[in-house]
């Protein structure tokens, strides 16, 4: 079963991406769902996409280069969610122990490295998952 749903979940994760893309970079989408929990929707079920697939392909029958990209694939996209998250409490806790000085600083460390592995490193690593995931599952499909 895990198997015929990779795919799916794979392309899935995809068109949310996209979707996270556009809600990031394009204005229209963004005014319309700002300060709405809708919002978190697509987040939401990006991390619950990248979760199902990390399940599937541990799961399946997939092996070498395809299972360690859609590994990748869906670490990246469940760890995006998870570091926004982290990200934002200890932003929070940061801004409420302002007064204490060392817990401030490793509060404002943590917040910095979380968002540093939510913007650049999770997009990143989802990308370089899914390019390599189509490159091995085409050539797959080719030699079948």
């Not at 919002?39 to 392909?57: C, D, S, W």
């Not at 760890?79 to 404002?108: K, M, P, Q, R, T």
Request: hydrophobic share 65%; with cysteine.
């Amino acid at each position: 079963m895990s198997d015929k749903l990779r795919w799916p979940t794979f392309w899935a994760l995809v068109g949310f991406f996209l979707l996270i893309l556009c809600l990031f970079l394009v204005p229209a989408f963004r005014e319309r769902l700002s300060g709405s929990l809708l919002f978190l929707v697509p987040l939401a079920v990006f991390f619950l996409l990248g979760t199902a697939l990390l399940v599937f392909t541990l799961r399946g029958r997939v092996s070498g280069g395809l299972r360690q990209s859609l590994l990748l694939t869906g670490a990246a996209s469940a760890g995006f969610f998870l570091f926004v998250l982290l990200h934002n409490a200890f932003y929070a806790l940061a801004e409420l122990s302002a007064d204490i000085a060392v817990l401030s600083a490793v509060l404002d460390f943590l917040h910095a490295a979380f968002f540093f592995m939510a913007v650049p490193v999770s997009p990143l690593a989802f990308l370089v998952g899914v390019v390599v995931a189509i490159v091995i599952g085409a050539r797959t499909r080719k030699a079948h």
